[in-house]
């Protein structure tokens, strides 16, 4: 490997992990974060009603216009990990969010065994900030998924990032804090 193809790898591992920094410091940002700026809140609680509607209305063309070419989404298995260092139950870049969404149309995958599911996802009070380079948002939400058996409902915290796109917004991170998904789920690390 010659000098310069060492050092642009180099580079691009500490991108990786300078994004995995910026999602842990986000978390922990909004846990202590001063009162929220009341008209970015208002600005930005229709994009993530939008967001809501679109994944329940299974509307992922036009959920995936609203991501970020850089987007990562991360559900860690405690509110305490950090993306580079622990294990997660998701940590997607927007590749493998379209690999994600191809599935569901897909008839040789599983996601596509009838019936389809139905989720909804509800939204409570918006807070955002505008933190220079991003704004940083998080709401309590809460999601219902019925397909077969009990329902399953979940109780959380999203926080995404978010960068002015002209007159609207791209979500750049979304993270998900599901706590009872996430304490219940036994380790699967035996699994090779």
Known sequence: MTVTAFSEKTAA?????????????????????????RELNAEIAPV?????????????????????????????????????????????????????????????AWAVVAPDPLTIRQIGA???????????????????????GAPVKLAGREILSLERNGAGFLITSKTLILPELALSTPHLGWII
């Open 48 to 108: 993530l009603a939008a967001e809501a509607r679109l994944l329940d209305a299974r509307a992922f063309e036009q959920w995936q216009a609203m991501l970020s070419d850089e987007m990562q989404f991360w559900v860690p298995v405690h509110p305490d990990d950090h993306p580079a260092k622990d294990q997660a139950l998701i940590y997607d870049d927007r590749r493998r969010l379209s690999e994600r969404v191809a599935h569901f149309f897909d008839p040789q």
């Open 13 to 37: 591992v500490q991108r990786v992990h300078d994004r995995y920094d910026a999602m842990g410091r986000r978390l922990t940002f909004t846990r202590t974060a001063s009162l929220s700026e």
């Open 126 to 148: 918006v807070e955002a900030w505008d933190a220079g380079t991003e704004i940083v948002a998080t709401a309590p939400i809460e999601l219902l998924h019925v397909r077969r």
